[in-house]
């Protein structure tokens, strides 16, 4: 379930263009291009829905796997997750719910703050950064992150891509903020990262000691 319609029939294109070329006759499916559909012979039919416009599609009928696409740019997903997608599987013991994303931009969004935390804990998330990737060598990756380096007038980089936020979260699936929509970028700063893999803030300000010969009012 992609997020926008334009997006559904972007991937129908590639799909048809790409993974059925091969597919055997007997196997391959009708593509119902009017519900953006495919059906296949033995009953079975995948649907493709923009979920930020054909919500209502989802109701109704039971299911047996939702994948959501680029969750992490979804308008209210833990709605969108609680009350249309969890009640298909109440008649499908084995529904799953599957996520996939570039980290958001944004950390408040309920795919960085709920979804990821919880599938940490239940040792139900995996991430492929491209460091793990063997389809591109230290060559491309370099290549890839040069891309992003930010340069001045001189053309001078005044910061290497790897070390961009843009960078981190598309090739290293790191859940960073976008630096240009902090009110104090400065804060990132004092974070730090535990043994458990999560983020944890330091403390920004130290306690300030009283001098000795301080002595505290006393009201009566």
């Not at 109704?60 to 959501?68: K, Q």
């Not at 958001?104 to 979804?115: N, R």
């Not at 891309?147 to 960078?167: A, C, M, Q, R, S």
């Amino acid at each position: 379930f992609p997020s926008h319609d334009k997006q559904v029939k972007d991937i129908v294109k590639v799909v048809q263009r790409t993974v059925l070329k091969t597919c055997p006759p007997d196997l391959r499916p009708v593509f119902h291009k009017q519900d953006s559909e495919f059906h296949y012979p033995n009953g079975s039919i995948i649907k493709l829905i923009g979920v930020d416009i054909g919500q209502e599609r989802l109701r109704g009928t039971p299911s047996d796997l939702v994948i959501l696409d680029e969750v992490g740019f979804m308008r209210d997903l833990e709605g969108l997750v609680k009350d249309e997608i969890l009640p298909t599987f109440n008649q499908r013991p084995h529904g799953r719910l599957l996520m996939i994303s570039t980290p958001p931009k944004i950390l408040s969004h309920d795919y960085s703050q709920k979804f990821i935390p919880k599938a940490k804990l239940d040792n139900s998330y995996w991430e492929l950064p491209i460091t793990r990737n063997p389809d591109f060598t230290a060559q491309d990756i370099r290549k890839f992150a040069s891309e992003y380096d930010i340069v001045d007038v001189t053309g001078k980089i005044l910061k290497k891509g790897e070390d961009t936020d843009n960078f981190k979260r598309e090739y290293l699936c790191e859940v960073v903020p976008d630096s240009n929509r902090l009110i104090i970028p400065e804060w990132q700063l004092f974070k730090t990262r535990t043994s458990e893999g999560f983020e944890a803030h330091q403390l920004i300000a130290s306690e300030v000691r009283r001098p000795k010969h301080y002595e505290p009012p006393v009201l009566s």
